[in-house]
């Protein structure tokens, strides 16, 4: 009786397969020093199924969605067409935005923003500047023995202090959007241009 070319190719895997688990398992109990030998079956066929499960992905055909994509893929229809197909079969694909937002939209918003960002800026000096009248300041310079003032710049410096400091950390967070919005406007650009 002969034996077939596919259980030969069967059995020299399994063989390869078992003397990997084998090795691992040798490696691993000297490193480790393990000593308890009633762990090894689980380990071994843990390792066993491991190593044949990883074996199988590697010789599973690629499909065609794992290929890389390129700027040029990513198309308002093709965008459409994937969030229809990964949808559920009951829910409305009318109900999700993917045309994003237009540039104009954005640039008016900007415009917004800077102008927060000047108010910003004036109430961080009006509250906490030494050179202008600033409340601080007015505080400090009436806190006088006699005056009705006396003592109000202990209680009040902190907090001026503190609510300057927040209001212009905001102010930078507000900044760096502004400063960075013409680079993603740019790079937004690029991206249509390529496609």
Do not use: C
Not at 154 to 182: C, H
Request: charged share 35%.
């Amino acid at each position: 009786m002969k034996v077939s070319t596919k259980s030969k190719k069967k059995s020299a895997k399994k063989s390869k397969t078992n003397n990997e688990v084998s090795r691992i398992l040798h490696n691993n109990m000297h490193r480790l020093n393990i000593e308890e030998k009633s762990d090894l079956p689980f380990l071994r066929n843990f390792l066993f199924s491991l190593i044949k499960e990883q074996e199988e992905e590697e010789g599973l055909p690629s499909s065609a969605g794992d290929e890389p994509k390129t700027p040029q893929d990513f198309t308002p229809e093709q965008n459409q067409k994937d969030l229809e197909q990964s949808l559920d079969p009951n829910t409305d694909p009318s109900k999700f935005d993917v045309q994003g937002v237009s540039p104009e939209y954005t640039v008016q918003h900007i415009e917004k923003i800077l102008k927060w960002s000047k108010k910003l800026d004036e109430f961080a000096m009006f509250l906490n500047s030494p050179t202008e009248d600033s409340l601080h300041k007015i505080l400090a310079d009436n806190d006088r023995s006699g005056s009705l003032l006396k003592g109000v710049t202990r209680k009040a410096s902190d907090s001026i202090t503190r609510i300057t400091g927040e209001i212009e950390k905001l102010k930078a967070v507000l900044d760096t959007y502004i400063n960075t919005a013409p680079k993603k406007l740019r790079d937004q650009d690029s991206i249509k241009l390529a496609g």
